[in-house]
C-alpha cells in the first residue's frame, strides 16, 4: 500500500516538474512585494465589505419557546381550537416582510411544489427587538403558509412555514 502512495506521489510530482517547470516563473523581490501587497489590499477590501453588510435572516419558533419580548407585532389568522401561535424573529435588517397564504399550483417530478402566493400581513420592518406573533392553525402537511422579505443585501427570500414531522418544530424551508 505504501508503494502504490509512494508511486503516485512520484508520478505527480513528475508531472508537476515537467508542466511547471517549462515556464520562467522567477520573480524579482519587487514583484513578490508588490504581488503580496495587491494580495493584501483586496483582502482588505473584501474584509470591509463584509462588515457592511450585516447578516440578516428570519427564524421562527412557538411563542412558548421564545425569549420573551417587550413587545411584539400580532397577526391572528384564526383561533380554533387546534391554532397555534408562531413567533417570527427578525436578525440583522429585514425589509418589506410578508406573511403569505401559498397555494401549490404545480408539483415537478422532483417533488419540488410551485407556489401562488397572496400576502395576508405585510411589515415595512421586522424589527429585532418587535418580532411578529401570528395565530394560525396547520392543516395536514401541505405548506399554506409562508413567508418573504428583503435581507440587508437588498435580496428577496421567499419560505415556506411548516411543522416538522419529527418533533413539531416550526422549519422555514427557502422556496
Not at 60 to 80: K, Q, S
Not at 83 to 90: D, G, H, P, R, V
Not at 126 to 154: C, H, M, Q, R
Request: aromatic fraction near 10%; proline fraction near 2%; charged fraction near 25%.
Amino acid at each position: 500500500m505504501k508503494t502504490k502512495i509512494l508511486s503516485l506521489i512520484a508520478i505527480i510530482s513528475m508531472f508537476c516538474i515537467i508542466f511547471c517547470g517549462c515556464s520562467d516563473n522567477t520573480k524579482t523581490p519587487d514583484e513578490v512585494t508588490s504581488t503580496v501587497t495587491e494580495t493584501q489590499e483586496n483582502e482588505t477590501d473584501f474584509s470591509e465589505k463584509q462588515t457592511q453588510i450585516k447578516e440578516s435572516s428570519v427564524s421562527a419558533v412557538f411563542t412558548a419557546d421564545a425569549e420573551t419580548f417587550d413587545e411584539y407585532e400580532t397577526f391572528v389568522i384564526d383561533e380554533t381550537e387546534y391554532s397555534t401561535k408562531i413567533l417570527f424573529i427578525a436578525e440583522g435588517v429585514i425589509t418589506d416582510f410578508s406573511f403569505d397564504s401559498l397555494l401549490v399550483t404545480d408539483v415537478d417530478d422532483n417533488g419540488n411544489m410551485t407556489f401562488n402566493s397572496q400576502s395576508l400581513y405585510t411589515l415595512d420592518e421586522l424589527k429585532e427587538s418587535k418580532p411578529l406573533e401570528v395565530t394560525l392553525t396547520f392543516y395536514g402537511d401541505t405548506p399554506a403558509y409562508g413567508i418573504s422579505y428583503n435581507d440587508a443585501a437588498g435580496e428577496t427570500k421567499n419560505f415556506t412555514v411548516t411543522l416538522s414531522g419529527e418533533d413539531g418544530s416550526v422549519i422555514l424551508t427557502e422556496i
